[in-house]
């Protein structure tokens, strides 16, 4: 269950005052009453050997010296040493109801002593359960799913199945968008950092301007759907009535099916409820319901990615595409739908669902019995411990601190989000919007992962902190992440402003 919340950031402790003093004091981790095995595995220096000579160069740890995980409880992590840890990024968004939550730990290992594995070529009734479990969470009538193993393949499959029920081609995402790495989803995925030089990559993919408030071409303070807005002017009625932003958007993404689509045709049009990897970006209020509208105009489907913002993360609803008052022709989603276990899912309608039966597809490890019991207990521990609503109250209050800490501190141009999907964009000059240089984004970053908060990073540039933890953090939580972030935004100022007087 959530908890009773503090209302008010200032009574955690003493802001500095307006002169940059800090407290002497370094933030308290709060309690956890779980005391994590000793470490019995290969020595540090092994793993690194391991690391550098046996593993594929792509694979990286985070931080200058990479963290040892061995064990995780809840919001907890904790590496070799026994050092404990705030998981405030959740995995990269996958942990959605605590590490080794006990609940899903037990119908995992109940399913490992009754079946592991037969494919669909034999009926097994935990799929069977859990597609109705999930369909059941879904509007309208999207009531068919195909089960997969991660994000990639999801969306990989989406493309496919619009192209195969439009009998159209090019397909519509958003520049900033990460729907994968996939051969085919690398295509719809409109991050250069993501992309390698390979031909045929973004055949039959169109990149629409991203609808970003913050950093795009318009945008202001009353066009998101959060407590946190942009600091930027804005045309828009106070009341939110309207959205100047959105009409400018859309009619960008207007100018695409009349002069780059075959007599405007389309597959489909993919869209993240609320940017992942691409830092936590929100769209213009209304933008995505009149995009749908225009896609299913011109012979397309639309798909949502809920693979970051589904399962009750934004808070006011369980998917995020809610949020924009549509109910999609296709949703995919994975990470948090198995808690960590590789699981990911396709929900449409009968009719799309329709277009697989033209040839044979087979998903060997999809919708297996180990990962549909997981799947039916994530379920299960989301309703019963009300971590949607734990989401919309600890986020709020989390986002509010954080634009607390946005009217002191210069290098903060933007707090954003929504429940606890939550992003910080770090800049040297808030009227230029500049990004903040990487190396000074990674001393913040590893600053705050010394005093025991582990967040995230995105964007193009890197400079967005990305705080998405399990859902089950509680208030205080929320502000020792606060408190840690006051004292490092602190220590960054106070040197700032040493070298200057230098």
């Known amino acids: 269950m959530y908890l009773t919340l503090r209302t008010n950031f200032h009574s955690l402790r003493g802001f500095a005052s307006s002169t940059g003093a800090a407290t002497s004091q370094l933030p308290s981790i709060p309690s956890c009453d779980f005391e994590a095995p000793p470490y019995r595995g ?65 119908a995992l290992s109940a399913q490992m002593e009754t079946l592991w594995h037969t494919t669909n070529i034999y009926m097994h009734p935990k799929i069977h359960e859990y597609a109705e479990r999930i369909t059941q969470t879904m509007p309208g009538d999207l009531k068919r799913v195909y ?40 295509g719809i995925t409109a991050h250069s950092t993501w992309r390698f030089p390979l031909p045929g990559v973004s055949n039959g993919i169109i990149h629409a301007m991203n609808p970003d408030p913050y950093q795009g071409h318009w945008g202001g303070r009353y066009c998101r759907d959060s407590v946190a807005q942009t600091i930027r002017e804005c045309e828009c009625p106070a009341d939110g009535a309207t959205c100047a932003a959105t009409d400018k958007y859309y009619h960008e993404l207007e100018q695409i099916f009349r ?64 949020g924009h008052g549509i109910i999609p022709d296709i949703v995919t989603c994975a990470k948090g739908i198995g ?46 411990e009300e971590l949607q609503k734990n989401s919309k109250i600890v986020g709020t209050q989390l986002l509010k601190g954080l634009l607390e800490l946005q009217k002191k501190y210069e290098i903060i141009g933007d707090v954003r989000g929504k429940g606890l999907m939550i992003g910080v964009e770090l800049v040297e000059d808030r009227t230029t919007r500049k990004p903040l240089s990487t190396p000074h984004v990674i001393e913040i970053w590893e600053k705050c992962k010394d005093i025991g908060v582990l967040l995230g990073r995105g964007g193009l540039n890197g400079n967005a902190l990305r705080i998405k933890p399990p859902m089950c953090i509680t208030m205080d939580d929320a502000d020792f992440t606060l408190e840690v972030l006051e004292d490092v935004l602190l220590a960054h100022f106070k040197k700032k402003r040493r070298n200057v007087l230098r």
């Open 42 to 106: 290969p020595s540090y220096e092994r793993i690194v050997e391991i690391q550098k000579t046996r593993l594929t160069p792509n694979v990286t740890p985070y931080y200058r010296k990479p963290l040892l995980i061995h064990s995780g409880k809840m919001q907890w992590l904790f590496d070799h040493e026994g050092r404990k840890y705030l998981d405030m990024f959740g995995g990269i968004v996958t942990v959605s109801v605590g590490h080794c939550h006990p609940k899903v730990n037990a």
């Open 147 to 186: 089960f997969v193993n991660s994000g990639s393949e999801a969306n990989d499959l989406a493309m496919l199945m619009a192209r195969l029920h439009t009998g159209n081609h090019e397909i519509v995402s958003f520049r900033n968008a990460y729907h994968g790495a996939s051969p085919l989803t690398m």
């Open 259 to 322: 002069f780059s689509l075959p007599r405007g045709r389309v597959a489909g049009m993919f869209a993240e409820s609320i940017q992942g990897v691409g830092g936590t970006v929100q769209y213009p209020k209304g933008y995505i319901a009149k995009a749908a509208k225009l896609v299913r105009a011109n012979g397309g489907i639309f798909i949502a990615d809920e693979v970051q913002s589904g399962f009750g993360r934004t808070g006011d609803h369980f998917w995020g595409f809610e």
């Open 339 to 384: 808690n960590g276990f590789p699981i990911g899912a396709v929900i449409t309608t009968p009719e799309i669902a329709q277009c697989l039966d033209r040839a044979l597809h087979f998903n060997t490890y999809g919708g297996n019995p180990l990962a549909s019991a997981v799947g039916i207990a994530v379920l299960d521990v989301i309703e019963e």
